[in-house]
């Protein structure tokens, strides 16, 4: 079945249509039973990186860095969308302009060093002296 085939056949019906994409991630509650947990991080290791851990990291610091990396992105909790980032992404959409929102927040990057100095005016002073 292609996607024309479907969204023809819905589009009286809508609701009838199920998404992949608003399909809920693979609960993470097995994080008190250690055997389903480490089965989980596995099994994330090869949807990542296409093969299992083994093969994907043969040493064995390689492999236990790769590991705690994996099981520490399961541990941590579902951010949610920023409000202001469904806001613009609104108003891009009122616009024409379609955008998925990601769930990154500008606040989460860091500040710009401030040195009290710019480059530009480095530069130009740079070239007033050397002329």
Same mark, same amino acid.
């Given at each position: 079945?292609? *996607?024309?085939?479907?969204?023809? *056949?819905?589009?009286?019906?809508? =609701?009838?249509?199920?998404?992949?994409?608003? $399909?809920? $991630?693979?609960?993470? !509650?097995?994080?008190?039973?250690? $055997?389903? /947990?480490? =089965?989980?991080?596995?099994?994330? &290791?090869?949807?990542? /990186?296409?093969? +299992?851990?083994?093969?994907? $990291?043969?040493?064995?610091?390689?492999?236990?860095?790769?590991?705690?990396?994996?099981?520490?992105?399961?541990?941590? +909790?579902?951010?949610?969308?920023?409000?202001? !980032?469904?806001? /613009?992404?609104?108003?891009?959409? *009122?616009?024409?302009?379609?955008?998925?929102?990601?769930?990154?927040? /500008? !606040?989460?990057?860091?500040?710009?060093?401030?040195?009290?100095? !710019?480059?530009?005016?480095? &530069?130009?002073?740079?070239?007033?002296?050397?002329?």
């Amino acid at each position: 079945m292609n *996607k024309r085939y479907l969204r023809r *056949k819905y589009r009286h019906r809508p =609701q009838r249509i199920r998404s992949r994409r608003l $399909a809920p $991630a693979p609960p993470t !509650s097995c994080q008190d039973d250690p $055997a389903a /947990f480490d =089965q989980l991080v596995r099994q994330r &290791i090869e949807k990542l /990186f296409g093969g +299992p851990l083994e093969v994907v $990291a043969p040493e064995p610091d390689l492999r236990e860095a790769v590991y705690s990396a994996v099981a520490a992105a399961l541990r941590r +909790p579902v951010r949610p969308i920023p409000p202001n !980032s469904l806001e /613009f992404a609104a108003r891009m959409r *009122k616009h024409g302009l379609i955008i998925t929102p990601g769930t990154s927040d /500008f !606040s989460d990057l860091p500040e710009p060093l401030d040195l009290g100095w !710019s480059l530009s005016e480095a &530069i130009i002073e740079y070239r007033r002296r050397g002329m």
